[in-house]
């Protein structure tokens, strides 16, 4: 494996690590202090928007920034 495929794989998992956290721990804290809104960043291009819609369904859109 070169330097290169390890540096995608780390990538990679970066990627499904801020998903797991968002999906996670992000969402327990927003039900947890009953929020309607809340928007972060992790100042290394990831990005989250959760709302709650009508229904009490949370909306979650998240972003990864990959360099390749």
Known sequence: ????????LEEQNK???WAGFVETTIVNFF?????EKLSLEDGKGN???LS?????VIK????????L
């Open 1 to 8: 494996m070169s330097k290169g495929d390890y540096e995608t």
């Open 31 to 35: 039900q947890a202090n009953e929020l």
């Open 60 to 67: 979650v859109e998240y972003t990864s920034t990959t360099t």
């Open 15 to 17: 990627k499904i690590n």
């Open 47 to 49: 990005k989250a928007k």
């Open 52 to 56: 709650k819609q009508k229904d009490n």
